[in-house]
């Protein structure tokens, strides 16, 4: 039996060797970073290891970097109260504090003409397409572009942005928030004043320690062009899908995606039906942001880039990682063609 496949690290990675070796060694420390005594100065130094670690892959001072228990926090931390204006290519955890009213082509790219009063991501989970940031602009979704993407904070001209530590290989439930140094923002946890009084509550050391040795695990690899080579694989399955399925419209082909990343739009062709199918044949794949499914509506994504209600509800998402080799995605091509040329059939 073959072994499964997985082609979904848009919405998780694996937990790189890396960062459970972090987490594990963790474990034994009994401090609190908070305390003064001996073990909490140890503890005090696992998290500012894991801080200086995190701020070094993103191109960040250490001081700019505030822990959280995910980018979801760390964009509510960012964006609550601040009415900034977005585009609704955003992920839900942006949207939910920010207004759809920047305009979006039919390429994915936003238009931001006001962006010290606006939020834009760096890249698309759904689709791959990758924005040109303004200077001066609010905040920053830079999730997805993290560990993928060759970009450095502060050259960015940003105030704010957040990542997530299991989309590069670390534990689900941290995140951080990067902010330019002198930045100032109202904490939505209060108490105790941990994270420079920006985020209360005693931090999970844990899972910090494994975020910063998956931060700078991903930043070697960037360095060391692994993401070329994903790209090249992406490339090979898109190109073998694009030959024989002519009903299919590959999303963002055109413009600047992620290397690892590839949306398929067939018209007719409900996602949620394709990833069950290659479900059962062995791949993990998405139709759409992990945080939307389930919900059986249409991409908002494809929708606010022009496409029919039909298309967007035909999307799958397809998103490799360093793991993932040619025969991998090939295997995938043929199973995926075999279900393709069944549903073309029968909309004949």
Known sequence: MLARVYLDHNATVPLRPEARAAMIATMDVVGNPSSVHAEGRRARAV????????????????????????????????????????????????????????????SG?????????????????????????????AVSDLTQGFGKLPFAFNWLDVEMGFVSGHKIGGPKGVGALVMRQGTDIAAQIRGGGQEMGRRAGTENLIAIAGFGAAAEAAAKDLADGVWNSVSEIRNILEQALDAAASKTILVGKAGDRLPNTLCLATPGWKGE?????????????????????????????????????????????????????EEDVLRFAGAWLKEYHRFAARAA
């Open 47 to 106: 998290l500012e290891k894991a801080r200086g670690q995190v701020a070094a892959a993103l191109g960040a001072q250490g001081a700019e970097i505030v822990f959280t228990s995910g980018a979801t926090e760390a964009a509510a931390l960012a964006l609550s109260g601040r009415g900034l204006a977005g585009a609704a290519i955003e992920h839900d955890a942006v949207r939910a504090w920010s207004d759809d009213t920047l305009a979006v082509d039919s």
């Open 109 to 137: 790219k936003v238009a931001v003409p006001q962006p010290a009063a606006a939020t834009l991501q760096l890249a698309n989970s759904e689709t791959g397409i990758v924005q040109t940031l303004p200077a001066g602009l």
């Open 273 to 325: 039906t394709q990833v069950m199918q290659m479900d059962l044949a062995g791949f993990a794949i998405s139709a759409g942001s992990a945080c939307s499914s389930g919900k059986l509506r249409a991409s908002a994504v494809l929708g606010a880039m022009g496409f029919d209600a039909a298309t967007a509800s035909g999307a799958i998402r397809v998103s490799l990682g360093p793991q993932t080799r």
